[in-house]
């Protein structure tokens, strides 16, 4: 498999020149399946764009195109760049876009499609020329053929989210990111009027579980892209925005002895050279056990 990161900013894209090593452009990654050349897309945020631009280049001239998107979630970080992919808009080509059951009315096409009428853009979604099917996923593992395997684990953001796990050919691929550690939301102090002792052991024991299965999920990945959209001393104020940490994301590579991260979603306001100081003093062997932890950016392609 070889992955590339056509957006790696999480909340809104933030183009500029403080962005340009790292990128600007929201979540958007592609996988391609070396041998039968297979295209997958985790998220359609901004970054989208770039990659349809590539693909009318590289794909449609060795015929129409194929590609199946998987959505994490459907915050409009996630698909904002779908009105502008231009794929949706040669005929010819097959859309498959995968994303998680809402317990909202709306259906994936409603959400997601919706996006394409005249209170929000020129073009409808009936005036596209692709052929565009919505799949809603929920927890599991699913056969996609050719060897690849698909499984999805929910994480703990405001909406519903999963995570994707890509296996083909003995090999690995893991995106886990708008997610937060599980933590007890019980309170857990004796001495306050509100305490019992019930609710806050069952609420350890369920975040501690949830954790683990987040773990096991990760387990043997051979590449895991993490949400690491803080550090530890800004987490007081973000907590419940379902995000994790620098801190907390090298410690779940070296805890599971994963031998490739990327931290991923960063937070629009960081400059390039702020990133490169985070990366100074957490993606060094002495914090991360040897493994190759790394910030996520724009263009950078990687073989597993």
Known sequence: MKLKFWGVRGSTPCPGPNTVKYGGNTSCIEIRLKDTDRLIVVDAGSGIRDLGNYMMGHDLPKGPMSVDIFLTHTHWDHIMGYPFFTPIYIPGTQIRVHGPVSFEKDTLQEIVGGQLT??????????????????????????????????????????????????????????????????????????????????????????????????????????????????????????????????????????????????????????DAQIDELAETFCTPDKTGGADVFFAREGVEIEI
């Open 118 to 271: 005249y209170r929000y853009f020129p073009v409808r979604q009936t005036e596209l020329a692709s052929k565009r099917e919505y799949i809603s996923f929920q927890e599991g593992r699913f056969d996609f053929g050719d060897g690849l395997i698909v499984k999805t684990k929910y994480l703990n953001h405001p909406v519903l989210t999963l995570g994707y796990r890509f296996e083909y050919n003995g090999k690995a691929i893991v995106t886990a990111y708008d997610t937060e550690p599980y933590r007890n939301l019980f309170c857990t102090d004796p001495e306050d009027p509100s305490y019992d002792e019930l609710m806050a052991s069952e609420g350890d024991a369920i975040a501690l579980e949830q954790n683990q299965m987040l773990d096991d999920f990760c387990r043997g990945a051979d590449l895991i892209v993490y949400d690491a959209q803080y550090i530890e001393e800004e987490m007081s104020a973000k907590l419940g925005w379902g995000h994790s940490t620098v801190e907390y994301a090298i410690d779940v590579c070296k805890r599971l002895e994963v031998p490739k991260m990327a931290l991923f979603h960063h937070e629009p306001i960081r400059t």
